[in-house]
């Protein structure tokens, strides 16, 4: 007998199948694996939770969803199956059920850092950064170099005030790796925040070298300039956004204020008016347009352009309401 053959006598022959096939992304030569998995071995919880995640990535959730009950039937406090489980129950709209089976997974076993991780996700979602830091200090008291534990602590640090931490965090997450775009840039808002802007600006081009092009970074490096007084640096990065993203409102509102402060109204207000082109219109914006209009002493060319509009808008557009609101200002004035 051909040793190919004596290999699928084995019980584990198909379930490593399965795994290399998973590995490699053939999603139905895995499922088709590990069905023969579990014909040779029906008691084998590992072929049916990796029969419920090949499923999970073909988005057949309803047959994964029985692969992984069927795991956990067999072995109810294997936690890898029940955050597997759980992640499901999220992505068909259960988040109570995920809840509880995260819970469930960290009580199998308190070491296994994933449930922690995706209920901390989940809070920073929900916006409730105090709940999402506990998890992930829990997840650092058991794993102290976990990159995205460290990171996504930072985020929350620096986001509630608390910047200098946040620094410390991301340091030490680059201190495991290096090259990682989103952790320096994430630093670079850190240290902003801190007022250490050239700090900033090295980590933001640290950045910008392993993302080139990336809209964030070059962004918040045109801001950073702009605060140090270097405006000529800070308009060729936010040129540069807006050659990339022309269709992104934030450079043009940042090119905009850049202007204002170099008595360039004229170039402001062209900025000004392609930012409320593609944002909801508001009163801050339009009180800022009619401003900087009045200095450009072009008032007149932009109640033009807002009159075109009231005569062309759908009449259920709620911005009518507001161009009228900011129409009546022009004229009081």
């Known amino acids: 007998m051909p040793d190919k053959d004596k290999n699928k006598n084995n019980p584990d022959f198909y379930f490593e199948l ?3 096939e998973l590995d490699s992304g053939n999603i139905d030569k895995a499922i088709h694996a590990f069905k023969k998995s579990i014909n040779a071995n029906p ?7 990796n029969l419920g995640i090949a499923y999970e990535l073909a988005k057949d959730y309803e047959k994964a969803r029985e692969a992984y009950e069927k795991a956990i039937e067999i ?14 129950s999220l992505l068909e709209g ?7 089976l995260y819970d469930l997974a960290i009580s199998s076993d308190p070491l296994y850092v994933e449930p922690y991780m995706e209920i901390a996700r989940l809070f920073m979602e ?3 950064y105090s709940k999402a830091e506990v998890y992930l200090r829990r997840v650092i008291e058991i794993e102290p170099d976990n990159i995205d534990a460290l990171n996504f602590l930072g985020i929350i640090t620096n986001l509630t005030k608390r910047s200098d931490e946040a620094v410390g965090l991301f340091q030490n997450a680059l201190k495991q790796n290096a090259d990682q775009s989103s952790v320096l840039s994430n630093l670079g808002t850190a240290f902003r925040n801190i007022r250490e802007h050239k700090r900033a600006i090295l980590a933001f081009e640290k950045a910008g070298e392993l993302n080139p092009n990336n809209l964030t970074i070059m962004n918040n490096l045109g801001v950073l300039y702009r605060e140090m007084g270097q405006l000529n640096k800070a308009k060729k990065f936010f040129r540069q956004v807006i050659q990339l993203y022309p269709e992104n409102p934030v450079p043009y509102f940042n090119c905009a204020e850049l202007y204002i402060e170099t008595g360039e109204y004229d170039k402001a207000l062209e900025n000004l008016k392609i930012y409320i082109s593609l944002v909801p219109l508001d009163m801050d914006n339009l009180f800022k347009t009619c401003g900087i209009a009045r200095m450009a002493d072009r008032l007149i060319d932009v109640i033009q352009e ?5 005569d062309e808008a759908d009449p259920s557009d709620p911005r009518i309401t507001v161009v009228k609101k900011w129409l009546e200002t022009t004229r009081d004035g």
């Open 18 to 20: 399965g795994i290399r």
């Open 43 to 49: 008691d084998n919880p590992r072929s049916y939770s």
């Open 75 to 88: 072995n109810p406090k294997n936690p890898s199956t029940l955050n597997n489980l759980a992640g499901l």
């Open 94 to 100: 259960q988040p109570y059920k995920a809840f509880s």
């Open 126 to 128: 929900l916006i409730d």
């Open 306 to 310: 807002m009159h075109s509009f009231i």
